[in-house]
């Protein structure tokens, strides 16, 4: 071999040698960028959560612990949370885990909604106002998955993934599940609606007031129930004591501030319970009611919603046989 063809040779090892070497630290950045968990984290830390959906145009709803109890507020208006309503969204960002890379850099984020005008962000902080987490919840998808049986019969399942990046980096992921219908809530969604809400076998009284004098009394004596001395029907009393189970109002009117008797009282009684009230306002639009388990909230309803689902006439509870 000349000493031509040598030097040609080196030049192609050469070559060779450098095209590896590219090949392998693009492949070991790619494999390193990629990450199997976004973020950790210690629910038992978490005392804030600053929440900014795109539903809302991103204004902040904050969760706030207050010894054992939640909190949710909007500007100046605080409310009630159901019970695990936070328990629920954390267990939902800890299922977070990212199955692959969506996108290496921000001119992708408009793509998969993860920026500041379409992601919904979710930071949350310890008691201290420590950063425990930052992310950008961004755009859904799903796809049906025929189901995977030997039958071939059955409904397809639906398969969902959603994109999300931490906050302070470019990478954007997805993530299996539809983190987004769990985040990108308006506010009144996030709220407690509970009116009412009670075990129908330690009811005894059901007081009702209204305008005109034309209120009554349902009172249970022995297994019967009666308005003075009207027999009542026990049937119509037990369907209208099994919604009371759990009743919750549709609307809040957060603007309305009624006070005072109201033009319509209702109060439920019984053992081993405390007293349940609502208390029903004329408004222009039907009714503003309060609850007495959900003091601080105002619902509004016309005359077909919940206002009548509450606030009932004596003829209702008559036997049909004595109208």
């Not at 859904?140 to 639906?158: D, E, H, K, L, T």
């Not at 053992?271 to 004329?282: G, K, L, Q």
């Amino acid at each position: 071999m000349n000493s031509q063809n040598k030097k040609l040779s080196l030049i192609l090892a050469g070559l060779v040698v450098l095209f590896l070497i590219v090949r392998w630290v693009k492949a070991d950045k790619k494999v390193s960028t990629f990450k199997t968990q976004l973020f950790v984290l210690d629910t038992a830390q978490v005392n804030t959560i600053k929440l900014y959906p795109q539903v809302e145009a991103q204004e902040e709803i904050r969760f706030g612990k207050d010894i054992n109890a939640w909190n949710v507020s909007k500007g100046n208006i605080q409310s009630t949370i159901p019970k695990n309503q936070v328990q629920n969204l954390l267990g939902s960002l800890l299922t977070i885990k990212p199955q692959r890379m969506a996108a290496r850099s921000s001119d992708k984020w408009s793509t998969y909604q993860v920026d500041d005008s379409l992601g919904t962000r979710v930071v949350l902080e310890d008691a201290e106002g420590k950063k425990l987490a930052d992310l950008v919840i961004g755009k859904f998808s799903y796809r049906q998955v025929a189901p995977q049986n030997n039958f071939g019969g059955g409904q397809n399942n639906i398969q969902g993934w959603t994109y999300v990046r931490n906050y302070e980096e470019e990478e954007t992921y997805a993530t299996d599940g539809f983190l987004s219908m769990s985040f990108n809530r308006d506010f009144n969604s996030f709220r407690d609606r509970k009116m009412v809400e009670c075990n129908p076998n330690f009811v005894k009284n059901i007081r009702f007031q209204a305008p005109n004098n034309a209120g009554f009394t349902l009172s249970k004596l022995g297994d019967d129930w009666r308005m003075g001395d009207v027999l009542a029907d026990s049937t119509k009393v037990a369907n209208y004591l099994n919604q009371l189970r759990s009743l919750s109002g549709t609307d809040i009117d957060d603007t309305a501030n009624p006070s005072g008797a109201g033009d319509y009282q209702w109060v439920l009684s019984g053992d081993n319970m405390a007293d349940i009230s609502v208390t029903a306002f004329t408004s222009p639009t039907g009714f503003n009611l309060r609850s007495s388990i959900n003091p601080n909230t105002v619902f509004s309803s016309d005359s077909t919603g919940v206002f009548s689902q509450i606030f009932k006439q004596s003829a209702d509870f008559v036997a049909d046989e004595l109208q």
